[in-house]
């Protein structure tokens, strides 16, 4: 029988903290992956396996602000678990679970808008925030993915050249994680992240667009790939969002054209 999502990162996990704490025996770690929501776990893998649209976001680092750092688990944010021992810690779910965050809204309405959208009903910005319920209901029920690409916390920003250290140092790692996970489609939340991954799948299989340079398609593997401002970008949410769904609708339309 094959090994779960979650056991085969928590056995990465451990190879890739202990990699960091030969160079930095105070490293904390992230982990990170498929999210838990309200389905069972093996339910919830089964559900992301099956379904043709995994979406994946890739960032960059966890935000701990303040000089103390501490390891996450980031799969646990619409979760209550025996750990949140604090009403902060209650409270803060429930505000991801609703949608509060504007952080965690932008990747919602993306979710959603990925999941969703098709060249029947190309699911412009404002559509989506008139569904907000059926986003929420969305949200904290399908399967989606989120990975950081430096596991060691950081602030409120991380410097090109901290993150380019560490896809230099960990990149094997990360590729590993991306691969367990299996997406169908990723979306980088900088250029340097989207340089890393586009370097990461063979370029003979990679398919670009025409006035699309942020999207490319890896048909072997049918994955699409996009460069997106971040979720917490002081862009506006519907820049953040039409900055991946208008190369999402372009691909849609290449792909029937070249059925």
Same mark, same amino acid.
């Given at each position: /029988?094959?090994?779960?999502?979650?056991?085969?990162?928590?056995?990465?996990?451990?190879?890739?903290?202990?990699?960091?704490?030969?160079?930095?025996?105070?490293?904390?770690?992230?982990?990170?992956?498929? /999210?838990?929501?309200?389905?069972?776990?093996?339910?919830?893998?089964?559900?992301?396996?099956?379904?043709?649209?995994?979406?994946?976001?890739?960032?960059?680092?966890?935000?701990?602000?303040?000089?103390?750092?501490?390891?996450?688990?980031?799969?646990?944010?619409?979760?209550?678990?025996?750990?949140?021992?604090?009403?902060?810690?209650?409270?803060?779910?429930?505000?991801?679970?609703?949608?509060?965050?504007?952080?965690?809204?932008?990747?919602?309405?993306?979710?959603?808008?990925?999941?969703?959208?098709?060249?029947?009903?190309?699911?412009?910005?404002?559509?989506?925030?008139?569904?907000?319920?059926?986003?929420?209901?969305?949200?904290?029920?399908?399967?989606?993915?989120?990975?950081?690409?430096?596991?060691?916390?950081?602030?409120?920003?991380?410097?090109?050249?901290?993150?380019?250290?560490?896809?230099?140092?960990?990149?094997?790692?990360?590729?590993?994680?991306?691969?367990?996970?299996?997406?169908?489609?990723?979306?980088?939340?900088?250029?340097?992240?989207?340089?890393?991954?586009?370097?990461?799948?063979?370029?003979?299989?990679? %398919?670009?667009?025409?006035?699309?340079?942020?999207?490319?398609?890896?048909?072997?593997?049918?994955?699409?790939?996009?460069?997106?401002?971040?979720?917490?970008?002081?862009?506006?949410?519907?820049? %953040?969002?039409?900055?991946? /769904?208008?190369?999402?609708?372009?691909?849609?339309?290449?792909?029937?054209?070249?059925?």
């Amino acid at each position: /029988m094959n090994k779960s999502i979650k056991k085969e990162l928590e056995d990465l996990f451990i190879e890739w903290h202990n990699r960091m704490k030969a160079t930095d025996s105070t490293s904390h770690f992230t982990r990170d992956g498929l /999210m838990y929501n309200s389905i069972p776990n093996e339910q919830n893998e089964d559900a992301w396996f099956s379904s043709p649209k995994r979406v994946l976001f890739l960032l960059k680092d966890q935000n701990q602000k303040g000089g103390e750092k501490w390891d996450e688990d980031i799969r646990e944010w619409l979760v209550n678990t025996v750990n949140d021992t604090t009403e902060q810690k209650l409270s803060k779910k429930e505000a991801n679970r609703n949608l509060d965050p504007r952080f965690i809204r932008n990747i919602a309405y993306l979710l959603w808008g990925l999941s969703k959208a098709d060249n029947d009903n190309p699911w412009w910005y404002d559509e989506v925030t008139k569904h907000i319920d059926e986003v929420k209901d969305f949200f904290n029920t399908q399967p989606f993915a989120i990975v950081e690409c430096k596991k060691q916390p950081g602030g409120g920003k991380l410097v090109p050249k901290e993150l380019k250290r560490h896809l230099h140092d960990f990149g094997d790692l990360l590729k590993r994680e991306i691969e367990i996970l299996s997406p169908t489609m990723i979306v980088c939340a900088s250029h340097y992240i989207y340089g890393f991954i586009l370097d990461v799948y063979p370029q003979d299989g990679l %398919i670009s667009i025409e006035g699309h340079k942020e999207v490319h398609y890896h048909k072997p593997s049918g994955t699409l790939i996009f460069c997106s401002y971040h979720p917490s970008d002081r862009k506006s949410n519907s820049d %953040i969002y039409e900055g991946v /769904m208008d190369h999402y609708r372009a691909f849609l339309k290449y792909q029937s054209a070249n059925k």
